[in-house]
């Protein structure tokens, strides 16, 4: 007898669709193993237990997701305060990996390999290949306050290249100069100071994302200036997932997504164009899906239709 790709699973529904229903959380989690039992080989096994936790998390909640769409935001904030607190409180506080930008130079300095670089190569030169700035909606303990603490107002300022890249060479400067004219908080003999940069520099951003909020629109600090997202955005254009059209002929025009969208995009525009969302400060967070009450938007690998 022949057998049958399609056949029926279990619960009934033909397995190539099942497949192609869940694709988006199984290729999340392959990924993110992948990446996990690569850097585990390099690295130990706590980093296999970080990334195939974080997988399994995804491929857990985004299932939840697809069976029962309401929860799509209240699922996603979850896993973003869970991930983004295991980095910081466990990885962070508890065993002084520092994950900020600056950190990627003490290492340099002091001829290392911790936190930073890792997350520099994983989270903003592979991830953003397949998911584009997804980290920062998923996994970024910062992002996960100012998903708390920001608003929008009237002032929203667009981002401008050339200060998101004068900030980042400014961050540059400053680890260079603090690791070569005073103490280097990387290597283990500096723990303790290492921590306190962990403290400092999250107050600093946390503090001074707010202040910029208040100043310059919704979610500031990630739009003009967060070094990391100046990296990863350059990648964007070529990510597999984007926020896509995929019924773009029940779209009334109402401005919902574009509203519901934290970094400003006219997603909107993108619906009637018929065409991915294609601006690199899009964070995946998936508000406008949420918004849109005639399901014309998702993550999709496919052609906006």
Partial sequence: MKSNLTA????????????????????????????????????????????????????????????????????????????????????????????????????????????????????????????????????????AIFEITNRKNGRNFKRKPWLAWAYLILLVAVAFAVAHYFTNPAGDENELLRKKWIVGQNLFIVGGGYLLTMLCGSRAYCRLLCPFMTISSLLYRFSIFKITPVKSDNCTQCGACSKACPMLIDVKESVRNVEKVKNSQCILCERCVSACKRNVLKVSAKKAI
């Fill in 8 to 143: 029926p699973t279990n619960s009934g529904e033909p397995a190539a669709g099942w497949l192609k229903k869940y694709s988006v959380p199984i290729a999340t989690y392959a990924i993110f193993t992948l990446i996990g039992l690569i850097v585990w080989a390099i690295r130990d096994i706590r980093y296999f237990a970080l990334f195939n936790g974080i997988g399994t998390t995804e491929l857990v909640t985004r299932i939840l997701v697809i069976n029962n769409p309401r929860l799509r935001q209240p699922m996603r904030r979850l896993v973003q305060i869970i991930v983004g607190g295991i980095l910081l409180i466990m990885l962070g506080f508890v065993f002084g990996v520092n994950f900020q930008f600056e950190q990627i130079f003490f290492d340099f300095q002091a001829g290392v390999v911790t936190g930073a670089l890792i997350q520099l190569i994983i989270a903003r030169l592979i991830i953003p290949f397949v998911f584009g700035n997804a980290f920062c909606s998923r996994a970024c303990w910062d992002g």
